[in-house]
């Protein structure tokens, strides 16, 4: 048995994500809300392992981001009742406002760097309209998807934990850590596979495979602001509270 600590919201959701996508997570033994404590059952070995040992290849994580997308398909009706169990909301209209907001608050920019970012909005702005072209609707971002953050009880079997950073925006903003993580391991030409195998769930409904791997970059690039988000909020500026 595992038992770990989250925050009220991320049990509240690791209970609600065993009622919407069973197949996909571990179901909670227990859970209490109020103190943000989750008792879950062994999930089997994690990915990074079974990378080390050489028992795994990229293959591996071409099968959990097929199985990922799959779950966050899934998971687009219920977009708004996670983001109404506490978690950030980071689509990409509102990506702007929080680049903002985070620029505004960060204490250690000098007035250079604000200048720096300055420039780069506009750019922003254009980032977060192209990914809408897509038609894909707003999902649950994990947010910190690395081989650590899955397990793999068998091939081709994924099962995702730990939502600490998670948050309800464009899915395709969760490409960042997973590319970043096997493009550390495997080296830069696994990327396109990856991003693939991703987008092979994504297909129908009137959209093209290319206009898929279009809106992957615009809506990567600013996946970096949930990054910051989410460590500001476990480490604020001095004096102010951390977030429960």
Partial sequence: MVQGRAPGRQASLTAALADWVPDHVLAPLAVDAERGWCLL???????????????????????????????????VPYAEKAAGLGGPSARPDE????????????????GEERAA??????RLVEWCEEPASAGVA?????????????????????????????????????????ARS???RFGPAALPRLRDAYLEPWTGDGVT????RRAVGPAWRPAALGRAASWGRMFPAPGAPAAP
């Avoid at 994990?142 to 464009?170: E, I, K, N, S, Y």
């Fill in 209 to 212: 495979a290319g206009e898929l």
């Fill in 138 to 178: 707003a999902s649950l971002d994990h947010a910190d998807l690395h081989d650590g953050q899955l397990f793999r009880p068998a091939p081709g079997r994924f099962t995702f934990f730990d939502r600490g950073d998670a948050l309800v925006g464009h899915p395709f903003s969760s490409l960042l850590v997973p």
């Fill in 41 to 75: 059952p062994d999930g089997g070995p994690l990915l990074r392992p079974v990378l080390d040992e050489g028992a795994g290849t990229l293959a591996d994580w071409e099968d959990a981001l097929r199985s990922y997308a799959v779950m966050q398909r899934a998971l």
């Fill in 182 to 184: 096997a493009e550390d």
């Fill in 117 to 122: 970012l300055g420039v780069v909005r506009p």
């Fill in 95 to 110: 990506l702007p406002g929080l680049f903002d907001t985070l620029v505004a608050e960060n204490r250690a920019l000098t």
